[in-house]
């Protein structure tokens, strides 16, 4: 064997590794962490496979089992990503019609504790003119900062840390029984309640911010998964005028959040638009979808945009829906079987406990 085809050998065996890593349940960070860069994994396969073909003589089994290894890995990637990519289904519709004050126009923020460029966000805010906003990573200073939009953004819900897990929710509309909760650990505040659209109609709200899984964070992604899941499994069985929103720290195409879908029966706009990339400002090759938006079937969309850098690693997120309750059988909700049900429930059992 060649030095440049044990070269190759050698990447093959390390780019199968990813695919095999995310087929099992394990929670170590290192494997949930393949979840992230699928877009990225993809591409380097492809490049394994177009290396494969030029370094084999494809005259031992090996060669062709590896070779097949790699493409099924490449499958697999690729139908994670797929729903994601403007070649699959909207699974939200458009918005058409006259909205007649049912639309909710929705800014998420993750700030960066330490930016201090406050105006950047300030303007984008003033600019994308949301009904609500949700500041993620906000501290004191970043509080005082944003009083200067006080005066038209009456209701607000402060929750002012410096561990990185501070937030911010500021809104036009009435915001109605509001409830800061710690749901699996004591220093992760998440926000709930219910926010009174123009109609008179009240949409419950879920803002979360879980801690993600890596080496300085968490060394396991249970935590992150039990506080995504927790709230999906507390949902009803047909959701109405609800919406989780916030950085999971978690992709669009991972097992949790897919599983999240599932059992809370709520739709993701982004499938059949794009990635609508959130993560990381710094490394343009290295970014993924992590700040989120659900809501239920009885909301279709008007608008969604990833906004301007803010001096942030993350981008901002903006989306507009309009209530559209007579939409609801043209929204297909993914459908969830009883294992799923069982894992999503073993999981918020396990972070409750560690």
């Not at 509080?143 to 038209?152: F, G, I, K, P």
């Not at 008179?200 to 300085?216: D, E, F, N, V, Y």
Request: net charge negative.
């Amino acid at each position: 064997m060649s030095i440049f085809e044990t070269i190759v050998l050698i990447l093959n065996l390390i780019f199968c590794i990813p695919s095999l890593a995310s087929l099992t349940h394990f929670d170590q960070w290192w494997i949930r962490g393949f979840d992230f860069p699928r877009v990225q994994i993809s591409i380097l396969i492809i490049l394994n496979v177009v290396l494969a073909a030029f370094a084999y003589p494809f005259d031992e089994t090996w060669h062709f089992i590896i070779v097949g290894v790699l493409v099924l890995s490449l499958i697999y990637q690729l139908y994670l990503i797929y729903p994601y990519t403007t070649l699959a289904k909207k699974q939200v519709v458009d918005y058409s019609g006259n909205s007649n004050g049912n639309t909710l126009a929705i800014l998420v923020s993750n700030v960066l504790m330490t930016n201090r460029d406050y105006p950047k966000l300030i303007d984008l805010i003033k600019e994308k003119n949301p009904d609500l906003f949700l500041t993620l990573e906000s501290d004191k200073g970043w509080e005082q900062a944003l009083d200067t939009l006080e005066y038209e953004y009456k209701h607000s819900v402060k929750v002012p840390l410096d561990n990185l897990y501070g937030m911010h929710l500021y809104s036009k509309l009435p915001l109605e029984d509001i409830e800061v909760r710690y749901l699996v650990k004591d220093d992760i505040p998440s926000i709930h309640g219910f926010v009174k659209l123009e109609n008179g109609h009240r949409a419950k709200i879920h803002c979360l911010h879980p801690r993600p899984p890596s080496p300085t964070e968490s060394k396991t992604s249970t935590k992150r998964d039990a506080e995504i899941l927790m709230i999906g499994n507390d949902m009803e069985e047909d959701p109405k005028l609800t919406l989780v929103f916030g950085d999971l720290n978690d992709v669009a195409w991972s097992r949790t959040t897919k599983i999240f879908q599932r059992v809370s029966g709520l739709m993701d706009p982004r499938r059949g638009r794009g990635f609508f990339n959130t993560f990381s400002t710094e490394y343009r090759l290295l970014r993924w979808p992590l700040d989120h938006v659900f809501h239920s079937n009885d909301f279709t969309l008007m608008a969604i945009s990833r906004g301007r850098h803010i001096g942030s690693d993350h981008f901002p997120m903006y989306i507009k829906l309009n209530y559209s309750p007579e939409k609801e059988d043209e929204q297909e909700k993914l459908s969830v079987n009883e294992d799923e049900k069982a894992w999503a429930e073993e999981k918020v059992e396990k972070g409750k406990k560690t």
